[in-house]
Nanobody, 121 residues
């Protein structure tokens, strides 16, 4: 089994900051990409940021310059530092880990349960 658990969401005023954490644990041989997605009420889930095993990053245009994704050295924990938050950043934020469970196994995606981020104006 593989578990992905997010934490760090909450209520913050516009212009404020939050740091989200995502931990992948369980039967894991290696982790490739770790991503943060978000879903606002009535909208589709969208990719916010990606970090590869090698540390390369990709950001949605809407968060470039405000959000920073990072990963710890073992590679099983990802962070999303969010600054200059706007009301339109309000959403449930989900972490996805692309995991290989054995040396010969395929890569599969695992999702967390989500953490709510609410930005008040």
């Amino acid at each position: 089994q593989v578990q992905v658990v997010e934490s760090g969401g909450g209520l913050v005023q516009a212009g404020g900051s939050l740091r989200l954490s995502c931990v992948a644990s369980g039967s894991i041989f290696s982790i490739n990409d770790m991503d943060w997605y978000r879903q606002a009420p009535g909208k589709q889930r969208e990719l916010v940021a990606t970090i590869t095993r090698g540390g390369s990053t990709i950001y949605a245009d809407s968060v470039k310059g405000r959000f920073t994704i990072s990963r710890d050295n073992p590679g099983n924990t990802a962070y999303l530092q969010m600054s200059s938050l706007k009301p339109e950043d309000t959403a449930v934020y989900y972490c996805r880990a692309v995991v290989q469970r054995s040396r010969s196994g395929i890569f599969q995606q695992y999702w967390g349960q989500g953490t709510q981020v609410t930005v008040s104006s």
